[in-house]
């Protein structure tokens, strides 16, 4: 399995930017899908994006779509998520998590994860 360490959260206002970093320790970085999920409070841990292990194609949930954007440098084992145009319903606790198996919105897809960054969106 792969360790994975977010950073980069932290409080914002509405419209402003942000870039989330994940930094892998690990072997199979580079070999494998990488996922982006967030959880507000009292909410289930939701879906943003995901990202080919190659970097050639992501996805993201319709809520994120055209405002956040996900790349990866393998080189360096490091997965990123940057956000832009940010909204007070994003705020959340933002993880990071390595795809396994199965359809990658799913949590249950995916078998490392990080313990997350916490992003604040103030209106």
């Known amino acids: 399995q792969v360790q994975l360490v977010e950073s980069g959260g932290g409080l914002v206002q509405a419209g402003d930017s942000l870039r989330l970093s994940c930094a892998a320790s690990g072997r199979t970085f580079g070999s494998r899908g990488m996922g982006w999920f967030r959880q507000a409070p009292g909410k289930e841990r939701e879906f943003v994006g995901f990202i080919h292990w190659s970097g050639g194609n992501a996805a993201y949930s319709d809520s994120v779509k055209g405002r956040f954007a996900i790349s990866r440098d393998n080189a360096k084992n490091t997965l990123y998520l940057q956000m832009n145009s940010l909204k007070p319903e994003d705020t959340a606790v933002y993880y990071c998590?390595?795809?396994?198996?199965?359809?990658?919105?799913?949590?249950?897809?995916?078998?490392?994860w990080g313990q997350g960054t916490q992003v604040t969106v103030s209106s």
């Open positions: 998590a390595s795809y396994y198996s199965g359809s990658y919105r799913y949590t249950s897809s995916y078998d490392s």
